[in-house]
């Protein structure tokens, strides 16, 4: 599978999305408009094997909901991503069997290899 999983309105998602260079058979999947779905998530957590992993610390809604102060299961990561769009960390590139999750520069250049490597 080659899918990335992005919101339209993040200009680092689009910044990343133009650097990577992506080939034509990469699936891009706006968040926002097209919410992940339980099988989704589900193929995501087995190439990290956390729920955790794909979940934004950084969404203005785990501040305003004090989930910091919360101990979350892996089964709350879960079904806060499957409940909003902004807690997944973004983007997420599924790349035949690699999975590149957020923003950093080591991830991006990391995929950006595994992708024109092929």
Avoid: W
Wanted: net charge positive; charged share 30%; proline share 2%.
């Amino acid at each position: 599978m080659k899918k990335i999983y992005y919101l339209s309105s993040c200009d680092t998602c689009k910044r990343i999305i133009n650097d990577l260079e992506l080939p034509s058979d990469v699936v891009l999947q706006d968040i926002k408009t097209k919410s992940i779905t339980s099988a989704q998530i589900e193929e995501m957590r087995m190439l990290t094997n956390s729920y955790e992993s794909l979940f934004s610390k950084r969404a203005r809604l785990y501040k305003e909901r004090n989930l910091k102060e919360k101990s979350l299961s892996e089964y709350d990561y879960k079904n806060l991503i499957l409940e909003h769009y902004t807690f997944l960390k973004r983007p997420v590139l599924i790349y035949n069997n690699s999975i590149f999750i957020g923003n950093s520069k080591k991830t991006v250049e990391l995929a950006k290899e595994t992708i024109h490597e092929q």
